[in-house]
């Protein structure tokens, strides 16, 4: 494996984490809060040093660049990033266990927005916006934004495993040829979408600082609120919007794209997007119609069916009411869009309609096959036929999604917490939701588990963010050898 | 600038290594997906997979916005298809074709309008023609001509029985006797740019510029003794073969083919009435003694398996055959390659790019571009032949007094119709050709870019 080289990436990732930090850094000046910004700026000391070192170390690091190396860099940056992203938190002692400051970290970055703060209001306003903010950059991801910005010397698409191991999908294709112009083109549709949400939610008279924080956690479909009730206490009217951006963001953004390029056409026809938004506009129906006694007008009920389902179904989690007491057919509902999750190339999480959608008519085809074993049967999508190791890879991933989820539920049952506490805290991790059920529904937080079982739930963030492969490469020894 | 290459073979790989890397945005058009897959992990660019002359295909690789289409499949008849249904889809796009069948030549350049073809490249004629400039004078590994032939880059290697072993360049044109200037060396697989005082040793590859017209003295004064080739033998009778054999025909040297199908045979035996034709299989050790390969004066091996051609050169030259040619088609001049004996290596594909790129280049910045590119030194190093316009910098001043960037050599100014190998007092004015070498992958577009 080429080390040096990833050695290379890693240092220029954190150098850019250490840059995303300095506005959180400007926060606590303004707030004046001497201890979290000492804090904080020890920490991007410290993380400004650990890059330069590791980049004087690796910086001749000479280009060739496999898919493997790749998925490995993607997953090490992800991690290494995690465990000093924290160091704030932890130097400050705002959150005294390291574990639960990782916990918090890896759940802002991999935008999951599980949190094991009780009471997030006691935090301070500087800790509390590079939390939000890590949504936002956790969001696109740190290495398309470094893809953005860096040109690579070295001639060749290697850079394009990169982007492979870092975007959500089943199958990931550039915009554009370049690789520098294609991260670009997302990075500024993300940028532009998350200004417009900003300046909409201040429309509404929200403090700066919290259209700031929620729209970051909207843009990243994150979740971490800056109030202990999320967005309950805010306007309908923001509540709305928020809904309304969930959503956006939850849309593939190669369709912003087609837009863009004024290809109307091809973004109707899009199979994903009418998946996306029929399973969304269904489950709101039901929803609605299952809660219709709880709320008194039939306004308050759509809307919040409309917003839970929103925030749940693009993996985003922040609440306007606190739906473990609803129905039990609501809260199925929410838990199967969790696993469902929003489209490939969003910022949201989980399973993605795609893949969902290649699964089934996989699955169509099997059983026709089953019937009439010589009928040859392509499988297409919008129009394009799917090969069939884009096929073979939607079904592993499958496998390897219900693996996790069984061993993880199996390892946080030691705990002994209610099944539906344990399973939908696993569900709420792994798709980068975080609210769950029970007891780490929307009103309480995770501070309950062990550490074991939040080590656990950090992995699946984490495997859940990167789409499983990338994360369970470190473990296989193959990757390891020396060859 | 936006470019389709439709087609991506061995010519559509080799050009978008070299045309990504000069930075511009490319989409391939294949019908082989596992193909494209592996060029979208290789370079930075886009692919579609589909029949590059279907409208459909184009449209998906959005035609109406690039600048230049070139077609480069392996049949003639889906190139000349494809250029034109993208001329159709967009009237102003360039577009190259590949164009190889003999047959076709003539229809191609009297009905260009008709095929909507801004140029036509033909890899196979000009590798024969390549071949046969290196027949002319044996010796020389590989020759590029600049200047309309007025100049030349050599590739000489230097072995042990060479007057050049051991010499530093400062008394080399003493030992050569005319004026040359050796702008690389490829020692141990490595490209350098020497100064004065770099000494030759046994092994070295040297790229020397020097005019047409002292090739010869050249020649004789490193102590290579030059014979008149008389009998050539051809190993393989495909398309360079015939172009190759005709030529050579008409400037009276014997042409012996060897070829394994019999019906290609029949087909080269009537299309060249004085070539021998042999039906046989030229790997074949006793097939070759049995026509004379001790006696011929070059072989050349032009099948279409590179392993073939890599091993019936060695045997050759084993055998003492003065001069050998051999053709890759595949495979790059890798540091394996660069240590076997097979005398002269010539690509097709390297001699498509080389046409293909200074048209490109020409495309994108119309003023001061290039004339003509020639990649040498194993593409570690690339030289360049500008025409001066009136914006050329630094005219007249001693090239002494010039601020080069680093990799970057004058290798040659061409007064009007006299080549001159330029020292510190030389200077250049406007209508000159300049020939500039360059090193380490950078990328020149125009002349005034040579300097800091």
Redesign the interface.
């Given at each position: 494996m080429n080390y040096k080289m990833m050695g290379k990436f890693i240092s220029r990732i954190l150098l850019v984490e250490g840059v995303f930090m300095i506005p959180a850094l400007i926060v606590g000046l303004y707030y004046r809060e001497p201890n979290a910004t000492a804090s904080m700026a020890i920490s991007i000391a410290v993380i400004f040093a650990a890059g330069g070192i590791l980049g004087f170390f690796c910086r001749n690091g000479k280009s060739g660049f496999y898919?493997k190396d790749g998925f490995v860099c993607v997953s090490l940056s992800w991690i290494v990033m995690s465990a000093l992203g924290c160091l704030p938190f932890y130097i400050s002692r705002e959150i005294p266990s390291y574990v639960d400051a990782v916990f918090e970290m890896v759940s802002g970055f991999t935008t999951t927005g599980a949190s094991v703060l009780t009471n997030v209001e006691a935090m301070s306003k500087c800790l509390l916006y590079w939390r939000s903010f890590s949504h936002w950059v956790g969001g696109m991801g740190v290495l398309v934004f470094l893809l953005a910005i860096y040109s690579p010397s070295e001639?060749?698409?290697?850079?394009?495993?990169l982007l492979r191991a870092e975007s959500p999908g089943p199958d990931v294709?550039?915009l554009?040829?370049?690789?520098?112009?294609t991260t670009s083109i997302l990075y500024r549709i993300y940028v532009a979408l998350t200004i417009i949400d900003i300046l909409l939610l201040l429309l509404g008279g929200m403090p700066v600082f919290d259209a700031l924080c929620t729209a970051f956690g909207t843009a990243g479909t994150g979740g971490f609120g800056i109030k202990n009730d999320s967005i309950t206490s805010y306007s309908p009217y923001i509540q709305n919007v928020t809904t309304v951006f969930m959503a956006l963001f939850g849309v593939n953004f190669s369709c912003y794209y087609l837009l863009l390029v004024k290809q109307f056409k091809n973004v109707l026809k899009d199979e994903e997007l009418r998946t996306y938004v029929g399973i969304m506009l269904g489950a709101i129906g039901l929803v609605a119609i299952n809660i219709r006694d709880v709320y008194p007008t039939i306004e308050e009920t759509v809307r919040h069916a409309a917003f839970q389902v929103s925030s749940i179904m693009t993996t985003t989690g922040f609440a306007t009411t606190d739906f473990d007491q609803w129905p039990a057919l609501s809260k199925t509902i929410l838990l199967i869009l969790m696993v469902i999750g929003a489209s490939a190339g969003s910022t949201g999480g989980g399973f993605k309609c795609a893949r969902l959608l290649l699964v089934f008519k996989n699955l169509k085809r099997n059983i026709s096959r089953t019937i009439r074993p010589n009928k040859v049967q392509v499988i297409r999508n919008n129009g394009q036929v799917v090969?069939e190791q884009v096929l073979d890879n939607a079904n592993s991933f499958m496998a390897a999604y219900v693996i996790i989820v069984i061993f993880s539920v199996l390892i946080v049952s030691i705990d002994n917490f209610s099944i539906e506490s344990n399973l939908s805290a696993v569900l709420a991790c792994f798709n980068n939701i975080g609210p769950g059920l029970d007891i780490v529904g929307p009103t309480c937080a995770y501070n309950l588990y062990s550490d074991l079982s939040k080590l656990v739930l950090t992995f699946d963030m984490l495997a859940g963010r990167l789409e499983i492969f990338p994360l369970l490469i470190l473990f296989s020894p193959d990757c390891w050898k020396r060859k | 600038m936006k470019i389709v290459i439709a087609g991506g073979g061995k010519v559509g790989t080799a050009l978008a290594k070299q045309l990504a890397g000069e930075g511009h945005d490319l989409i391939i058009i294949d019908v082989n997906s596992l193909l494209l897959e592996n060029l979208i992990e290789k370079f930075d660019v886009m692919t579609v997979c589909g029949n590059c002359a279907a409208k459909e295909t184009l449209e998906h690789a959005n035609i109406s916005e690039a600048e230049l289409l070139i077609a480069v499949t392996s049949q003639d008849e889906v190139n000349l298809l494809c250029c034109m249904t993208a001329h159709g889809l967009n009237p102003d796009i360039h577009t190259i074709a590949r164009v190889r069948n003999p047959e076709y030549t003539d229809q191609i350049y009297e009905m260009s309008d008709l095929f909507a073809i801004s140029m036509a490249v033909n890899p196979d004629k000009q590798t024969a023609s390549e071949i046969e400039r290196l027949l002319k004078l044996p010796g020389f590994l590989k020759r590029d001509s600049f200047a309309k032939g007025l100049v030349e880059i050599v590739e000489i290697k230097v072995t042990p029985s060479s007057k050049l072993s051991g010499i530093s360049l400062n008394d080399m044109s003493k030992t050569v006797g005319c004026n040359v200037l050796v702008c690389a060396v490829l020692r141990d697989g490595a490209s350098i740019a020497p100064d004065g005082h770099f000494v030759l040793s046994e092994g070295d590859r040297l790229f020397v510029t020097a005019s047409t017209n002292d090739l010869a003295t050249l020649l004789k004064n490193i102590g290579i003794i030059t014979h008149k080739v008389r009998r050539v033998m051809i190993c393989g009778g495909g398309r360079i073969a015939y172009y190759l054999s005709s030529a050579l025909i008409k400037s009276g040297i014997d042409v012996d083919i060897i070829e394994q199908n019999n019906d290609r045979c029949v087909a080269l035996a009537s299309m060249l009435p004085k070539a021998t034709v042999i039906h046989g299989d030229s790997s074949s050790q006793s097939l070759l003694e049995s026509e004379g390969i001790d006696s011929t004066d070059a072989l050349i091996t032009l099948t279409g398996i590179d392993e073939l051609n890599m091993i019936i050169s060695m045997y050759g030259i084993q055998k003492g055959v003065k001069q050998v040619i051999t053709k890759l088609g595949h495979l790059d001049s890798s540091s394996i390659i660069r240590n076997l004996s097979i005398g002269s290596v010539i690509s097709p594909k390297e001699q498509c790019c080389n046409t293909i790129v200074p048209y490109v280049r020409a495309i994108n910045n119309q003023k001061g571009a290039a004339v003509s590119v020639h990649q040498i030194a194993d593409g570690e190093a690339e030289a360049l032949e500008f025409l001066l316009s009136e914006d050329a910098l630094n005219c007249d001043i001693p090239l002494k007094d010039l601020k080069l960037r680093d990799n970057i050599r004058i290798a040659c100014i061409i007064h009007g119709s006299t080549p001159e190998i330029p020292g510190g007092n030389s200077t250049y004015s406007v209508g000159d050709t300049v020939i500039v070498v360059t090193g380490g992958g950078l990328a020149i577009s125009q002349f005034n870019d040579i300097f800091r």
């Open positions: 898919a001639k060749g698409g290697f850079t394009m495993h294709g550039k554009v040829p370049k690789i520098k112009a090969g | -």
